[in-house]
């Protein structure tokens, strides 16, 4: 009753564990009792199994032991019985081999005999087949004197099989001529019927000649038969387009096409009556292939010819490739199992018309937008109305640029993107042609640029109009890109590309230079090159950013030119013996006040700010202060590298571009400023001092702009000014080429 209770298979387990096996036991004992009389009924139970274990195996030796002497007994019989089958074999080898030696010359014989038997009736069998064979060439014979030909058909089939029993004749081969030339008769006279019959889409008649066909072995030849007839009928009804009156290239393409779509259905109902054992769908393939690379006059003739006609080219390219792109997409269900190279082949013949165009897609896109571009504007305008042209432009630069890239998708499916990028490219340098002119000629009329402040107001204005344009091309390019992606994924998407043997365009519609180039492209716009994606338009915006520049630079040159002529006399007034500056005596600072050259430059800029006002940052204007300082960030007006280390804004984060055009101003000041200061040397201390008041109230005026002097002319200021008993001591605080300078200027000898 214990024994039941406990897990006696764990104890036949290879892995058993005594403690385990306890722990288990002792776990699910009756909790009433304690943790020693648990162990105690424990072993209890076990010496109760042990004991009946002793007695099961004391039960099972017993009988082991009785049944031994009857295991041995009947040991000994199996003994004997294997020694006398082994005497029966050995008798029965005996009596085999004395039969062979018996029967060896009986059997040799019957062989022999059997021999004979088959070669007899392969004899008579020939026999038969060429009497048979004599009678169907007989009976072939007079079935085309009757004009029988189904009957001709059907002993030609028969005449077949008796060749194959008479391979081994000795006039075999003389046969097989024969035959071949009933066949060749035979084919001759029914070819013609058969034609019309394919010609007529007299399905009946094709049917009995083609199951003719096929019994004498001749059916590889009939869907060729079938495919040249085809041809003809849609090249007459080609013959019959082209002349129909009133009619034009679009319509002649979409009547083709409508005929060509019920020749593929008809091919399928054909196919299922007449040849069951033909692919229909590599038929129709074949098919329309042939009647699109035959048809006289060809497609590209007649797609070349109507462009010439045509006002625009690009709409009537548009308007072909919808109806082929339709052609092919209601074609393709009659496509379904043929391999890929059939349908890329296909593709190449409906898309082969278009390739000239294609290939010539840069200039005739070009032209298109150039012309539309060329509509908004008109000449004799002045400098402020082509500023305001220049201006509204911008957008309808982005939208025709937009529609450009639409229409290159829906003509090129994408694949002429590289040709519209140069096309957009060769459109902006065209455009670019009017702010060149413009910068010509604000140039022109820089010198009057402090008394008439336009002229720098509208070279400011230029140049925040390329930033615009900048802006708005950045933003073109993601879209552009995306649409590129999108539209070429379908055939250079590796994941893709193979699955749709028909969307293969680039092996249409380019040459494999272009496919070569738009892979490039592909690459470079979705990253797979490596590194950072290459922007679409790159050539149109690194056009754009050197106008920009360009005009950048005019804008500065006008907005320093008032300050370069007052500068320019630095040297020259340095040199002249002005009242009071000639006297040897040292006068006190307040005795000098600034010179004429340099309160004018200070007065010029502190105008300047007051005539920049239009492009500070505010609220009415967010847009202009964008632009302008877009269009600064990709510049390199003189003095803005300076600007940006001395603590001023960087242009291509600033909100307030003025201010970073004020520092440019400051530091070409202070440049040029050193620059006539090499020019002087040899002058008074008076003469030194007051070079040293004038740097100081143009220090004085840049601070009000919020600048200050550059170091180098900071420190020449304060040498200017010293005595020459303390110059010594002062100069090691300062630039040893600063010292070096002034003590030059000032004629210093120790």
């Given at each position: ?60 030796c ?65 026999l ?9 060439d ?7 004197l ?34 071949e ?28 000649i ?8 001749r ?16 090249a ?48 129709t ?45 209601e ?39 150039i ?24 957008a309808k ?55 008439d ?54 092996n ?8 070569k ?78 010179q004429?050259y ?13 005539h920049?006002?239009?492009?500070m ?27 940006v ?22 530091v ?6 050193m ?9 008074s ?11 100081g109230?143009l ?10 002097l550059?170091?180098?002319?900071a420190?020449?200021?304060?040498l ?31």
């Amino acid at each position: 009753m214990f024994t039941d209770k406990m897990d006696v298979a764990a104890f036949s387990d290879e892995n058993f564990n005594p403690k385990d096996w306890i722990n288990k036991a002792l776990k699910t004992s009756d909790p009433t009792q304690t943790k020693e009389q648990a162990a105690s009924s424990l072993v209890l139970k076990l010496q109760l199994m042990i004991s009946k274990l002793n007695t099961a195996l004391e039960d099972q030796c017993q009988q082991v032991v009785q049944s031994i002497p009857r295991i041995v007994v009947e040991a000994e019989q199996l003994q004997q019985e294997a020694a006398f089958l082994k005497d029966k074999l050995i008798s029965v080898k005996a009596d085999v081999e004395s039969v062979e030696q018996e029967t060896e010359q009986n059997m040799r014989a019957l062989i022999q005999m059997d021999r004979v038997k088959e070669r007899i009736s392969e004899t008579s069998k020939a026999l038969q087949e060429a009497d048979n064979w004599s009678i169907l060439d007989s009976q072939a014979e007079e079935g085309l004197l009757k004009k029988d030909y189904t009957l001709v058909g059907e002993k030609i089939a028969g005449m077949q099989i008796s060749l194959r029993l008479l391979h081994h004749a000795q006039d075999y081969q003389e046969r097989v001529d024969h035959l071949e030339s009933l066949r060749n008769r035979l084919e001759a006279t029914l070819s013609p019927n058969l034609v019309k019959a394919f010609s007529n889409n007299d399905r009946e008649g094709a049917k009995t000649i083609v199951n003719i066909f096929r019994g004498m072995e001749r059916d590889k030849q009939l869907t060729k038969y079938y495919s040249k007839c085809v041809k003809a009928r849609v090249a007459q009804r080609w013959t019959e387009i082209v002349n129909t009156p009133e009619t034009d290239v679009v319509d002649w393409l979409a009547m083709l096409y409508r005929d060509l779509l019920n020749q593929a259905k008809e091919n399928k109902e054909w196919c299922e009556q007449i040849f069951s054992d033909d692919n229909p769908d590599k038929i129709t393939c074949s098919v329309v292939t042939g009647c699109l690379t035959g048809l006289d006059p060809s497609l590209d003739f007649c797609l070349e010819a109507g462009g010439k006609l045509q006002p625009s080219l690009l709409p009537y390219l548009s308007n072909l490739i919808q109806k082929t792109n339709d052609f092919l997409s209601e074609l393709e269900p009659y496509l379904s199992s043929c391999t890929e190279k059939e349908c890329r082949d296909l593709g190449k013949a409906v898309y082969g018309p278009y390739r000239p165009f294609v290939s010539k897609y840069r200039e005739i896109e070009a032209q298109t937008l150039i012309k539309e571009m060329e509509s908004w504007t008109s000449g004799g305008k002045d400098t402020i109305e082509e500023i305001h042209s220049l201006s509204s432009s911008v957008a309808k630069l982005v939208q025709l640029f937009t529609t450009g890239a639409t229409r290159c998708n829906q003509i090129t499916k994408g694949t002429a993107f590289p040709a519209f990028a140069g096309a957009v490219r060769d459109c902006m340098d065209k455009h670019l042609d009017r702010y060149r002119k413009v910068m010509r000629r604000l140039e022109k009329r820089k010198g009057i640029a402090d008394d008439d402040w336009s002229v720098l107001q509208n070279c400011l204005s230029a140049v925040q109009i390329t930033g615009d344009l900048l802006n708005q091309f950045e933003e073109l390019d993601m879209k552009l890109a995306m649409m590129f992606l999108e539209a070429t994924r379908s055939y250079l998407g590796s994941d893709t590309a193979t699955n749709k043997p028909l969307a293969q365009y680039h092996n249409f519609l380019l040459n494999p230079e272009k496919i070569k180039e738009l892979e490039t492209m592909y690459s470079k716009v979705s990253g797979k090159s490596g590194g950072s994606t290459t922007p679409i338009l790159k050539d149109s915006l690194d056009i754009l950013k050197q106008a920009s520049a360009d005009l950048q630079k005019t804008s500065f040159n006008i907005m320093f030119h008032p300050i370069e002529t007052q500068l320019d006399k630095v040297s020259e007034l340095a040199t002249q013996q002005g009242p009071g500056i000639s006297l040897e005596a040292n006068l006190p600072e307040f005795s000098f006040s600034p010179q004429e050259y340099i309160t004018q430059t200070g007065e010029y800029l502190m105008t300047l700010p007051q005539h920049l006002e239009p492009f500070m940052s505010a609220a009415d204007n967010t847009n202009i202060t964008t632009g302008l300082a877009r269009a600064l960030r990709d510049g390199n007006i003189p003095g803005s590298k300076e600007a940006v280390r001395g603590g001023g804004e960087s242009a291509a984060d600033c909100s307030a571009p003025v201010d970073f055009l004020l520092g440019c101003v400051a530091v070409s000041t202070c440049g040029k400023y050193m620059e006539q200061l090499n020019g002087v040397q040899g002058i008074s201390n008076n003469s030194a001092r007051q070079l040293g008041i004038d740097i100081g109230y143009l220090g004085n005026v840049l601070e009000d702009l919020g600048h200050c002097l550059s170091g180098d002319l900071a420190s020449a200021s304060t040498l200017l000014k010293i005595e020459q008993q303390q110059f010594k001591t002062e100069a090691l605080n300062h630039p040893i080429s600063i010292a070096t300078l002034v003590k030059k200027i000032r004629a210093i000898q120790n």
